[in-house]
């Protein structure tokens, strides 16, 4: 699936919908007031993105400060990792920047771990450099893939790109050579990254399977799961490239800067409008998926889950992009009608 084609707001916004008419229960008592519970005691253990991280722990928080004997563990070594744990019923909820994959969810199933996956906000992909480099202000999709994509391997300045960027095919948006004569200097997520993977898919999937080469990265670059870790690899170095998601661009601005990126319809900055609308063509949907099990076991875990859903725009208050009313709804229902 190419999210650049069509907004994955509007693609995910049907199903929720869906699951509003189909899911059983309203799920309406937990959208009045905060969802806390009466002295809820015992703990959470949350793992996966480091970008849905900040929400989960700040959700995390404010429940412990309304319930004191309540404790959580929340970390972020990336969604990948997450899944494998979860998958392995080592943790009650999986926070993920991708909706799970079907070897995840074979690997769920034989494990014999039921879940509800939950839709908790959207975030963008910003494509970063130095707030000190003034030779980039937008990149089409072309030349991400010249710049970033597997065959670019080697390339250690942007202008080496330049002959590749030229045999790309149309409809990747319009080329911007040329490239600085500078050194390419690339920190962006690895492999373990729910972000990694939604770069892959949206950037570089459509033109690598035109030109016959698997979709991934470049390997020749500083890879890390910490979005600080890169913050601070593309901030040291005045012609850096890299990605991370847009709530870690924007808390960085003094450091780093975004790109402008053209999908095929032109350069558009990200934002929480063009996120919405769909005009920016980096964008995803953010999520976390509860252990059916943990959850009947642990009755720590349903209450922090309630107290989560009641309390959806939190995530805003991290910079992510909301959620609808009806988006909410249906992720109440969702969890509601498990």
């Known amino acids: 699936m190419n999210l650049s084609r069509s907004s994955p707001r509007a693609a995910i916004s049907v199903a929720a919908l869906s699951l509003v008419l189909a899911a059983c229960g309203s799920g309406q008592a937990n959208s009045e007031g905060n ?13 996966g993105s480091s970008t849905v991280e900040p929400i989960t722990a700040l959700v995390a928080e ?18 990948g990792d997450g899944f494998a744990l979860f998958c392995n019923g080592e943790t009650d909820i999986s926070d993920a920047s991708r909706a799970i994959s079907d070897e995840e969810v074979e690997a769920c199933a034989d494990a014999g771990v039921e879940y509800t996956e939950i839709l908790v906000a959207y975030d963008g992909l910003a494509v970063i450099t130095s707030a000190a480099n003034e030779a980039v202000s937008c990149l089409s999709f072309a030349d991400l893939y010249a710049l970033l994509g597997p065959e670019s391997r ?26 600085p004569d500078a050194d390419l200097v690339v920190t962006a997520p690895g492999e373990e990254s729910g972000t990694f993977d939604s770069f892959v898919e949206i950037v570089i999937e459509d033109i690598a399977g035109e030109r016959g080469q698997e979709a991934t990265t470049r390997p020749d670059y500083v890879a890390s799961a910490n979005d600080n870790v890169i913050i601070e690899g593309i901030a040291g170095t ?23 990126v053209d999908g095929g319809d032109g350069c558009v900055a990200p934002s929480d409008e063009t996120v919405v609308d769909g005009t920016y063509p980096i964008a995803r949907p953010l999520f976390i998926y509860v252990n059916h099990a943990r959850a009947e076991e642990n009755p720590a875990v349903s209450a922090f889950v309630d107290y989560y859903l ?6 805003t208050e991290v910079g992510y992009v909301g959620l ?3 988006e909410a709804d249906a992720s109440r229902s969702a969890w509601e009608g498990r």
Not at 155 to 168: G, P, V, Y
């Open 238 to 260: 005045r012609t850096s490239l890299g990605w991370v998601g847009l709530a870690f661009a924007r808390e960085n601005a003094a450091s780093v800067q975004t790109i402008e």
């Open 324 to 326: 609808s009313d009806a």
């Open 154 to 179: 080697g390339h250690d300045t942007w202008s080496a790109a330049a002959d590749l960027a030229e045999e790309l095919p149309d409809g990747f948006g319009e080329l911007h050579l040329p490239y």
């Open 62 to 79: 404010t429940f412990r400060d309304e319930n004191p004997s309540f404790d959580f563990t929340v970390e972020g070594p990336g969604t």
């Open 35 to 47: 969802g806390a519970g009466d002295g809820v005691a015992g703990s959470v253990f949350v793992s």
């Open 310 to 315: 009641a309390n959806l725009d939190t995530a």
